[in-house]
């Protein structure tokens, strides 16, 4: 088992930024996958951007350019910065750790929302 903590959400102004952090543990995998998916109200989960251990990353296209995933392997921790947000980034995301196997493990969110 992969246990996932979020933090840093909150209330940010449009054109603002934001940085989320995710902490894994548990039993973990050498090689693995970590990243960030949102889910707006009435809207099905949406990539936000994922990193593999060996630093291969992946964005949805919604936040290319504005959004960038980073993390530190040595203590199991992803990062999400997140500039120049809009109204449509508010939703509740979610850290992901996907194993080799592979089997994906879920994170209980953290709340964006973006409004003036």
């Known amino acids: 088992q992969v246990q996932l903590v979020e933090s840093g959400g909150g209330l940010v102004q449009p054109g603002g930024s934001l940085r989320l952090s995710c902490a894994a543990s548990g039993s973990m995998f050498r090689i693995n996958t970590m990243g960030w998916y949102r889910q707006a109200p009435g809207k099905q989960r949406e990539l936000v951007a994922t990193?593999?251990?060996?630093?291969?990353?992946n964005y949805g296209d919604s936040v290319k350019d504005r959004f960038i995933i980073s993390r530190d392997n040595a203590e199991n921790m992803v990062y999400l910065q997140m500039n120049s947000l809009k109204p449509e980034d508010t939703a509740i995301y979610y850290c992901s750790y996907r194993t080799p196997v592979p089997v994906t493990y879920w994170g209980q969110g953290t709340r964006v929302t973006v409004s003036a």
């Open positions: 990193m593999h251990s060996g630093g291969n990353t």
